[in-house]
Structures are given as structure tokens and as C-alpha cells.
């Protein structure tokens, strides 16, 4: 069989097994309480990423919560928030750094970029075929172009390029990290964080210390001068707070894990389907797509279920101290 063939075949099934598969859904055995939506924006959400959102009339809502009055396009996608500028990558691969509303760096690549940062005059991304880049905005020098290899889907969770003093860490498309040298756009290594065929996107990564940490959707990832460690499981998305390190899994459990990978706690939430996490002071504040917010402490004991007024069934988005829905926002206290 090729592979084409075996891509179609693969997809067909996927397809299929979706289709006679009854989803079950989380319900509580009992609610605390309940709270409504009491802020509102000035828009609906248009487009999620890590990092940010954009609104249906341009404007751009920040982790922070702060929203800057901008006319992007309905296409625009915002991939964050670096020293003061923002990061805007339309479909059809034009770039755009802006300060406020005015263009600090513009560029048009082969095809969108689906993930970057800045940090002084550089400029490290990633396109949606697998290439990652770094620029030199202000001689508008092309330091590094290189094409790692096919992916297959792009999730909207897509981590960041990180910097690193003299080097810059990149995500992949296809489950990989590249490690780039800053001053000369080397390669100096890649890893490999997982090796699926499809959806294998980096969702996750960050820096701690002398530790690196990625995910994909099926591995959690752990370098550190000792070595490697590996953590598997059907991943949603990751949060590291307070020393611990939070794996939210697909069928509902949350697992914690110490910096070492080592499993210390877990609670499961039977099918919860989770839509973002806020971490404040000694609270966890978790959501679920079916329209409840679980309020725990960091051991993830003492669980509070909450019901919101109204299911996630639109777009969402966690900032850092408030949950965004559709054009409701949830403050948390």
C-alpha cells in the first residue's frame, strides 16, 4: 500500500469509528453552586490562539486581558504578544509586527505562519509547511529557512518559538523541537517529542531552570542535563504552576506530575471535556466545555463544582485571571 493510500485509508477509518461512537459526557453527582457570565466585550471572539484572541471587529484581546483597537482582517490570526508588539499572520503568509496599530516589520512568506516570536531584532517562525525561519528585522536578512518535513494538521494551540540567550527553541509541526543558534542560524540539534503521523503538533513548551519541557498530543517531554523522560497519554493541553506540572487528558483526568515526571496526584473528572485552566494563588480554576467551572486547590482535592449559564460551545479563550466566551467574560475573584 503507499502512502497516500494508506493516509486515505487511515482517515476513512477515523471517520467511521467517529461516526458510531456514542460520546458520553461529564455529569456531576452534585453542583455547588451557580455563576453567570457578568462582563461583556465588544465583540465576539473570532480566533483563539495560545496567547491571545481576535474579535469579529478586529481587535485583539491579550492574555492580560487588555484589548488593543485594531481593523485586522477576518483572516488575521494573532500569535502574541512580544516586547510590546504584536505578532499578526494572515492565511495567505503576509506577516506583520505592528506597535499599537503602526507595521514595525512587514513580510509575505510561501504560506502562513502558524507560530513565532520576537525578541529584539529577531525574528524566529514557523510556516504552516513546516518551515522554520530566522530573521533579522532589521536588515530584513533571512539568518535561517529550513524545511523539517510534511504535516498533516495545524492545532490552535500551537506553541511559540522560545529565546534562550544565545539560542531559540522552535516547535514543530511534526512532533520535534529544533535548537538554533541565535548569532549564526545553525542548527545545533533537534529532538524528538513524539513520532504519530497525524496531529502531532507541539503544544506545549516551555523553560525552567536547567529543565526544557514539550507535548505533542500523545507525550509529555522532559529534558535536563541528566536526560530525557517521557510521559504518554491522549493530551489536551499542559499548565506547569507552582512547581508542579498539570497534564489534562482527553478523557477528563488531570494528572499532576513533579518536575522530575514523577506522578503525585490525579483526579478525574469523567469525560469532562476541557476548555482552559487558570491557575491563581492556591486555586485551580478548571472549565468544561459542557458549561462547568470545577474550583479545586493545587492537590486537585477539595473539588467545588460549579454551572455556568450556558455551555462552551463557541469560540473561548483562558486569559490570566478571567475566562473569555464568545463575547461573555467570566472574572474570576
Partial sequence: MNYKAYILLSLTLFILVG???????YKPESVSSNIEFTGSLSSAIQQTS????VLKNG???????????????KDDNFLGEYQDKLLVAN????FKVLVD????YTNKFNTRIVSASINDNHLAALSADNTIYLIDMISDTILLEYNIGIAYAIDAKMANPIFLNSIIVYPTLDGKIMIVDRANGRILRDAVVSSEPFFNNIIFLDLLGDKMFAASATKFMAIDPNGVKYYDGQIKDVLIYSGKIY???????VEILDLELNKIGSQNFKFAIFAGAIPQDDKLYIFEKT????????NLQNTQVIELDSEISKKSFTGADAFYYDNEILKLK
Fill in 91 to 94: 492565511i495567505d503568509g503576509s
Fill in 291 to 298: 458549561g462547568y467551572m470545577f474550583i479545586t486547590d493545587l
Fill in 101 to 104: 496599530s503602526d507595521e514595525y
Fill in 59 to 73: 481587535s485583539v484581546l491579550l492574555k492580560s486581558g487588555k484589548i488593543i483597537e485594531l481593523n485586522l482582517l
Fill in 50 to 53: 495560545k496567547y491571545g484572541a
Fill in 19 to 25: 461516526c458510531y461512537t456514542k460520546r458520553e459526557y
Fill in 247 to 253: 497534564i489534562f487528558l482527553k478523557d477528563g483526568v
